[in-house]
């Protein structure tokens, strides 16, 4: 850890609980006293959208979760990770449609964050991701509203499936 920061275990016990257990849809990760804190981790009950969202693509799901990013950075004014995961629909060749669950890990550093935070959230990143097991997650550094986007994550996430 070059940055002196610790993951905090609750950090790895929630993230188990989204990728294996199916507990959250998205958890939101900031550094608090030299630490990597759970900020929050909601399920799909208590954001409300408990239906099918492959359908929409997890729309739905996933503006509440940039909304509440969003106001936990001061319209993203500081730093944060985060993951959430991802259901969509893609057409793969010679396959038709397919329901895929994907979990992405967000990397927010906002050019309107300090220099100090963009560098200890930078030189932290590493230790939160080998923390969580990264094999399971697709990796997305944003910087600003626009890339955090729905249509953007879902163009990626289809540019990197639709083929395999």
Same mark, same amino acid.
């Given at each position: 850890?070059?940055?002196? /920061?610790? /993951?905090n275990a609750e950090c790895q016990t929630a993230f188990q609980q989204l990728?294996?257990?199916?507990?959250?849809r998205y958890i939101i990760y900031k550094i608090v006293e030299n630490e990597v804190v759970v900020e929050v981790a909601l399920t799909a009950e208590e954001i409300g959208t408990t239906d099918d969202s492959y359908e929409d693509n997890s729309?739905?799901?996933?503006?509440?979760?940039?909304k509440d990013i969003k106001d936990?950075?001061?319209?993203f004014q500081d730093c944060r990770y985060a993951v959430f995961d991802f259901k969509f629909q893609t057409h793969r060749p010679g396959a038709g449609t397919s329901k895929m669950d994907k979990i992405v890990f967000i990397?927010?550093?906002?050019?309107?964050?300090?220099?100090?935070?963009?560098? /200890?959230?930078?030189?932290?990143?590493?230790?939160?991701?080998?923390?969580?097991?990264?094999?399971?997650m697709l990796q997305f550094q944003v910087s600003d509203e626009s890339e955090i986007a729905h249509k953007e994550l879902l163009n990626k996430l289809n540019e990197k499936y639709r083929d395999n």
């Open positions: 850890m070059a940055s002196g /920061v610790m /993951v990728s294996e257990a199916k507990k959250y729309k739905a799901a996933y503006e509440i979760f940039v936990k950075t001061d319209g990397q927010l550093c906002p050019d309107s964050a300090s220099i100090k935070k963009k560098m /200890v959230y930078a030189s932290t990143a590493s230790a939160i991701k080998a923390s969580l097991g990264t094999a399971k």
